[in-house]
């Protein structure tokens, strides 16, 4: 605090400059208190020889020498880090903190594209800043600085190791964001280049690339004020998804319904200073596939087509992925293969790619377009065999798939399902909204294999936590519009012996259909009501479809919350809950065993 003030009373001196940096305040803060630019600070610190030096980590405790090359920074000390030049060294960026929407599959990515540059020959240098990944191991890399992800942290490690270029492509969002930094401090980007992983994010020129593809996406517009947004969205017709660009996790993403709902979303995304524009989409509900694919520039290899249980509008990260595709054609898995081919080679794409499409009948769409690794990169490597990430990095290098051994394309398909699923943790976040849409939730994932949809749809909820039945008691309460859907559901769910209550419009539809279906109660009705039933700890399933629009005070977010609070199952798409109750319909007692190992 005192030294906040002494910067903002200024002036600032170079001794104020050395003791604000010995207890690591940031250029950009200091420019923020101060009002000078960051750039004239920068300048102000190398004209007065202030500059990081970087101690080694004892690795062994004070025990003996520790000769790691294990480094954090400090500014006024000695400096212990060598520079080397024997080989071609080779920047490789983490994915920093773990967080929602950016875990440890990106980690898994940098770590293996570590280790076959170190198998080509490079010396690699990480940098990142997480001392629960892997990456962090002082034994990964050639050397390790432990330090943030941001442009003056990195931008002192370059003039520390002068690397011949960096890799930005594996250590996701928070990576690709440096592209544009390293660049301005000379270090060549390898891989795919800056420009075009703009163009991927660029609204404007990813429509011209599309355009000239023959590509269809559905239809959208960017924007900066809610002005422009409610413009644009009555000009699609509702509803429409709003999200900023150059984001993880689908942050900021929400589906909008009305003209309040799109001035409430922009103030919310316009409160962090928005670099780029925000983008306005058409929302198309149909089935969402993914696929993640290795280009060299002339050919591309998909390992697999990735399939979303759950319809388009719930983000990738939160559904339930299914490999290989089950429900597509042959025609629509043509066509994903071609498109994928043609946007890689478009986007001059060197290395990783992901892009998400959109299945409406046999047209498909793309939505998203990612010139880097994503989180299914470590379960499509696993379930398929295909080493992606180090094929991806023999590309950057120079080397063609077909050198590698592999014939492009899309590749044979495997023998078994494996099916990826997420995990939540909303009982630890006190009044979270537990319904999914497009900003990514889950907190984790597990996998089912085995020879059956079923049994590994079944092995994955066990997986998630999710082991029924016990009571054999539901609660089903889902909007108008999913109660034709919900009517099958509620047939299979009492043809397994379930007991179902519903609120009393959900209990008219399932009772004029033939379910026998008991009538209960709301919240603020008399007892006994649904969230007696819940409190009783006698219920294994609640399946409650939100309305739309944000309300906490509405009954279906009030029954969603309880329900995870007292540790009952609840689902909030018709699509997850069509899903269990088929892997229960063929529950055997008997699992099969698979080797992960042997895949």
């Avoid at 079944?458 to 008691?473: E, N, S, T, V």
């Avoid at 603020?524 to 649904?530: A, D, G, I, Y």
């Amino acid at each position: 605090v005192e030294m906040e003030q002494a910067l903002a009373k200024g002036p600032l001196t170079p001794e104020l400059l050395r003791e604000a940096k010995r207890i690591e305040f940031p250029d950009t803060v200091i420019s923020r208190l101060t009002g000078i630019p960051a750039e004239e600070i920068k300048q102000q610190r190398y004209d007065n020889g202030i500059v990081a030096s970087y101690k080694m980590v004892d690795t062994c405790a004070a025990e003996f020498e520790a000769s790691t090359p294990y480094y954090y920074s400090v500014y006024g000390g000695e400096n212990e880090a060598v520079e080397t030049n024997a080989r071609k060294k080779v920047l490789v960026l983490g994915s920093g903190p773990i967080r929602i929407g950016q875990g440890i599959e990106f980690d898994y990515c940098s770590v293996h594209a570590t280790w076959a540059f170190s198998r080509e020959g490079y010396e690699t240098v990480i940098v990142n800043n997480n001392p629960e990944t892997v990456s962090t191991d002082f034994d990964i890399a050639d050397k390790l600085y432990f330090e943030p992800l941001t442009p003056e942290d990195v931008e002192n490690v370059v003039n520390m190791e002068h690397p011949d270029g960096a890799v930005v492509q594996f250590g996701g969002q928070t990576a690709i964001k440096l592209t544009e930094s390293l660049m301005k401090m000379g270090v060549p980007i390898l891989g795919t280049s800056a420009e075009n992983v703009d163009a991927a994010e660029d609204r404007e020129l990813f429509d011209e690339i599309l355009e000239e593809c023959g590509i269809p996406r559905p239809s959208g517009g960017t924007v900066y004020t809610a002005e422009e947004a409610k413009a644009v969205a009555n000009r699609l017709g509702y509803p429409v998804l709003v999200r900023p660009s150059y984001v993880l996790g689908g942050q900021g993403m929400q589906i909008a319904i009305s003209d309040t709902e799109v001035e409430e979303f922009m103030e919310i995304i316009n409160r962090i200073a928005q670099d780029h524009p925000i983008l306005v989409d058409k929302y198309l509900q149909g089935k969402e596939l993914e696929v993640d694919a290795v280009c060299d520039g002339t050919d591309i290899l998909i390992p697999g087509i990735m399939e979303h249980i759950e319809r388009a509008g719930v983000h990738s990260g939160d559904s339930i992925s299914v490999y290989p595709a089950q429900t597509i054609s042959e025609g629509v898995k043509a066509t994903i293969a071609e498109y994928t081919r043609k946007l890689a080679k478009s986007l001059h794409v060197i290395g990783l790619i992901n892009i998400q499409f959109i299945v409406v009948g046999e047209d498909v769409y793309v939505i998203e377009v990612n010139p880097r690794s994503s989180r299914t990169v470590p379960y499509i490597s696993k379930v398929t065999g295909i080493p992606i990430v180090d094929l991806a990095t023999e590309v950057i290098i120079g080397k063609k798939i077909r050198d590698l051994g592999y014939e492009p394309g899309l590749q044979p398909e495997a023998g078994y399902v494996a099916i990826k699923m997420p995990v939540f943790s909303f009982e630890k976040i006190r009044g979270a909204e537990i319904s999914l849409g497009p900003e990514m939730k889950s907190t984790g994932e597990c996998l089912g294999i085995a020879k059956t949809f079923n049994e590994a749809l079944y092995k994955a909820f066990l997986g998630a936590g999710i082991d029924l039945p016990r009571h054999k008691q539901m609660i089903i309460t889902v909007k108008d519009a999913d109660k034709g859907e919900a009517i099958d559901i509620a047939r299979r769910f009492e043809k397994l012996g379930y007991i179902i209550y519903a609120t009393r419009s959900t209990a008219a539809a399932l009772k004029e259909a033939g379910i026998k279906a008991r009538q209960v109660n709301k919240i603020n009705q008399e007892s006994p009501t649904v969230m007696d039933l819940i409190l009783g700890h006698r219920i294994d399933l609640v399946i409650d479809t939100p309305t739309q629009g944000r309300d906490k005070s509405r009954d279906g977010f009030l029954i969603r919350r309880t329900a995870i609070e007292t540790g009952v199952n609840c689902l909030t798409s018709l699509d997850t809950a069509r899903a269990l109750v088929g892997s229960l319909e063929t529950k055997s007692n008997e699992l099969s065993l698979i080797d992960i190992a042997k895949l």
